[in-house]
């Protein structure tokens, strides 16, 4: 399980998987995905009839026999062009999607959602890039830094810096009389707010050059933040 306070909407989520966590920092990331809603509640009258109509025994609380309400693990509001959509994403495993009965309510759920007009399919792990997703996580808790004062400081000697990432981090660190630690988190941070720009699809290296990060123009902020 994972609970934290997500990008996006600042407000904190509770997910249930890994692969739900994973698939939550890429949607953090895109920038056309305005809010992420986890867990969201399907209309229990809606989703027996469904069932009923397909023959498919709907699930029930195993104590007291009871129908239960059905979710989707993800809800996504994103932008396309000038117009706001909606899209839902059910997180599974490869491996699960063997299981007869997984598939049976994937069927009343897809229903479902044909009914909403609203577009549903199937992300497993195989549709996230694991090295992009693994430098999303490590700069997943530097996101939130409340010192725009530090962080400009960075972006205004950033262009300064030769030689490794880490090397002028640690001096930053020294000019500035900064607890050790304190130019890589805003390193991180600025990386997370896409200030600075790296390859996403190889592993973060500190010990690489300045040269290979780019600097965001202004314009690219606000197009990105706007």
């Not at 994972?2 to 698939?23: A, M, P, Q, V």
């Not at 999607?97 to 497993?124: A, H, M, P």
């Not at 700069?139 to 004062?149: G, M, Q």
């Not at 630690?181 to 500190?206: D, P």
């Amino acid at each position: 399980m994972h609970r934290f306070i997500g990008w996006k909407t600042s407000r904190e989520h509770h997910l249930l998987s890994d692969l739900e966590y994973n698939y939550h920092c890429f949607c953090d990331w895109a920038e056309n995905v305005i809010d992420i809603r986890e867990q969201f509640p399907l209309k229990r009258e809606l989703t027996l009839k469904i069932a009923e109509d397909l023959g498919i025994n709907h699930p029930v609380d195993n104590k007291t026999n009871t129908p239960i309400v059905m979710t989707t693990d993800c809800f996504l509001t994103m932008r396309k062009g000038s117009s706001v959509v909606y899209k839902a994403r059910t997180l599974k495993f490869e491996k699960d999607l063997n299981d007869e009965r997984v598939i049976e309510k994937f069927v009343i759920e897809k229903c479902y959602w044909e009914q909403q007009g609203i577009d549903w399919s199937i992300v497993t792990e195989k549709e996230l890039p694991t090295t992009f997703i693994g430098n999303l996580k490590f700069l997943r808790d530097a996101y939130f830094v409340n010192d725009a004062e530090t962080v400009a400081l960075l972006m205004e000697d950033w262009n300064s810096f030769t030689g490794s990432i880490l090397e002028n981090l640690q001096a930053f660190d020294m000019k500035y009389n900064f607890e050790i630690g304190t130019g890589i988190s805003l390193y991180k941070h600025a990386l997370a707010k896409k200030l600075l720009k790296v390859n996403m699809h190889e592993k973060i290296n500190l010990n690489e050059d300045v040269s290979n990060v780019i600097v965001a123009t202004l314009s690219d902020s606000k197009k990105r933040w706007a």
